[in-house]
């Protein structure tokens, strides 16, 4: 168990240090100018003498896609909630949740330029993009809750208020976390979309913006070492996501489940 | 009106003979009075059943798929209302328990937390509970799986759980819907004996539905056939064989005897002219 456990962390580590080792010797033996593929190496000294820079580019992205996140969490979640407890509610505002959810965000990013100052156009964004993933799923877990379940809550005169304390929202919390899964990563593409959109300098100027400015400048090494900060970025949400969706699910869920074979 | 079985011996007698069953008569608990039952897709699922349930008795309701068993016990648990014909009750409290055909446990909450359901609906502290609950995983041979979750449990013992939480309220009226049917025979035959035994420790009365001839022979008190489309009353066979039973009631000559009687009667249900129109 123990020494699969040990191929499992070895094996992918190292195909990752050998990519970036075949990468840097491509580089190298084929003489390839930094402004068309910085090697490695140069990323990295790159991202250490820019850091400043980088780094309050950095805070601008992470501090949009968290504040997207977790308003798209609590406004998904609640408004499932208010969907699920009084059903006309969510015939009503159908039209509207299908036009928004179905009509490519980006496209309304201008407009929203338009409205809205950029800081906030772009957080507006990032909150429609993970918003409805968050909201669909947890309005399909909270209906989808075990009909004989329903019956047995019937049968004791529960309440509805409980019906939905005690059995639709634990049988939906599977759902609403594979929604926060799918929106966390959204959050983050939202934010760098409408960042590239936006295209804001000065103080409120993101990673996106970072990019973009680094592809006029013909900086293509501080490019790439602002891309690597995007995708760790990435990573760490699916990373959190991924591990508060086993921490409250392993004790019962399929999902959560190691199988021994 | 005569008597649809074939043949009518003094062990089973069917519901048109004065009854000859050891049992003495019980006061009754419920009483189905001409009740129908039809679904918006226009499926008649019963039509005029009479059914008296009768305090303290095991009855079960056997029949093919279909014929309405199953919707007999969701009109006494109040699930579903009669189209037709009403429901007479005549006991003032009657506190229900209902065990599925799955064991229809909450996955998120350990065994504890399940069974202390019906009692956490009625208001029940947990420390209030707590000593009910562990009397009923008691009752069902599961002391000590309080912390348990669910899907660490076997199917037998998931139901046994199930059956507990149907237990913890000591309801009056104890409706079970195929509770055994997907578990195999060995499991099957296990918490068939132990449903005997706690059915001589409580003083509850059982409504069990099932498709098994053998079950419902080991089981019952009295054992009400059913035929489907639309499903209907058709034969009743008493059991008379005395309590406490076990294996030797279930080798023994008696059991057989009944077994053929029902299974009998369950043919002729199979093959009874079905209403005059055909629904569904």
Redesign the interface.
Known sequence: MSRDRAVRTILPTLAFVVALFLWEAIVRINDIPPVILPAPSLIAKTLVKDWGTLFRSLEVTLSITFEALIAATVGGALLALLFAQWRPLEYTFFPFTVILQVTPVVAIAPLLLVYLSPGTAVLVVAFLVAFFPILANTSLGLSSV?H??L????????SSW?QLL??RI??A?PYFLGGLRIGGGLALIGAIVAEIAAGSAGQGAGLAFRIVESGYRLNIPRMFAALVLISITGVAIFLLTTSLSYFMLR????SA?SRDL | MPSPMHATRAIASGPGDVPTSPIAPRELLARLEKVGKSFSNRVEALRSVDLEIRRGEFLSLLGPSGCGKSTIL?LL???TNPSLGYINWLSTSHD?G?V?Q?P?L????NVFDNVW??L???GQSRKTARPKVEEALAKVGLSGFDCA???ELSGGMKMRVSIARALVTRPALLLMDEPFAALDEITRTKLNDDLVALKCELDATVVFVTHSVFESVYLSDRIVVMAPRPGRVVAEVNVPAPRPRNEDYRLGHAYAELCRETSRALHSAMSAEPGQKRVG
């Open positions: 075990d004989n379940l019956d047995l809550f019937q049968m004791y005169r529960a409980r005690w059995l634990p049988a919390l004790r019962w869920h399929d489940r | 969701r648990a109040g699930l229900l209902f599925f799955e229809t909450m996955p998120w909450a359901l019906p956490r609906l009625g979750y669910p899907r």
